[in-house]
């Protein structure tokens, strides 16, 4: 089992509002865990990923892995209007070992920030 | 900055007839894949291909799809009899040696009537 889970929302806070988006995953094998942003009928556009357990943050954003309880977070502080998308977290499968395997995507969360 | 560009970015299709969808990888990439995102489902991983062949492929990748590095800068998805089913948006990502970081084209939407 290689699913990722996420609730699509939607989501909708005020401008300046603290974000959290979530997902959970079922298999523990996995090491790289990535944030993408997608506009409305565009690409999948990588925000940042975290590599095993731990925080990173970049700018306004906080990526946080648990992988005891196999839960990933993204943080996005002071909300902007134009951060409004859907949030797509992603699993990075491997590839003989390598980092060159396939990603394994939730559903996406549909979030709005409102002026 | 370098981007993954993908043509066309609309295509209309009848039942049965074979399409060709285009995509350029950034130019230093060597690993390239595709992925499809069916209208409100998760983006799915089709196929991936490194050095001329084919690395991995799902298990929606069967013998309808096919994919080719034509010339140097080319990479191509071809459905040979499309379905109704095959109706989404499909997404071409590139990705350099470390792997890591998937960059994705803007897609293209095919519509199969």
């Known amino acids: 089992q290689k699913e990722v889970e996420q609730d699509p929302g939607p989501l909708s806070v005020p401008e300046g509002a603290i974000v959290s988006l979530n997902c959970t995953y079922s298999?523990?094998?996995?090491?790289?865990f990535m944030w993408y942003r997608q506009y409305s009928r565009k690409g999948p556009e990588l925000l940042m990923y975290t590599y095993s357990s731990g925080n990173k943050e970049d700018g306004r954003f906080t990526a946080q892995v648990d992988k005891s309880s196999k839960y990933i977070s993204l943080f996005i502080r002071d909300s902007q209007p134009s951060d409004s998308a859907t949030y797509l977290c992603?699993?990075?499968?491997?590839?003989?070992?390598?980092?060159?395997?396939?990603?394994?995507f939730g559903r996406g969360t549909q979030l709005t920030v409102w002026p | 900055e370098p981007e993954v560009t993908q043509t066309p970015s609309h295509q209309v299709t009848q039942m049965g007839q074979e399409v060709i969808l285009r995509c350029v990888p950034i130019s230093n990439h060597l690993y390239f894949y595709w992925y499809r995102q069916i209208l409100g489902q998760k983006v799915e991983f089709l196929v991936s291909?490194?050095?001329?062949?084919?690395?991995?492929k799902s298990e929606i990748f069967d013998d309808q799809f096919s994919v080719e590095r034509p010339d140097g800068s080319n990479f191509t998805l071809k459905i040979r009899s499309t379905k109704l089913e095959d109706s989404a948006m499909y997404f071409c990502?590139?990705?350099?040696?470390?792997?890591?970081?998937?960059?994705f084209g803007p897609g293209t939407r095919l519509t199969v009537t």
């Open positions: 291909f490194y050095n001329n062949e084919i690395s991995e």
């Open positions: 990502a590139s990705t350099g040696t470390g792997g890591t970081e998937q960059y």
């Open positions: 992603a699993n990075l499968g491997t590839f003989r070992g390598s980092t060159l395997g396939r990603l394994y």
């Open positions: 298999n523990s094998a996995f090491q790289y």
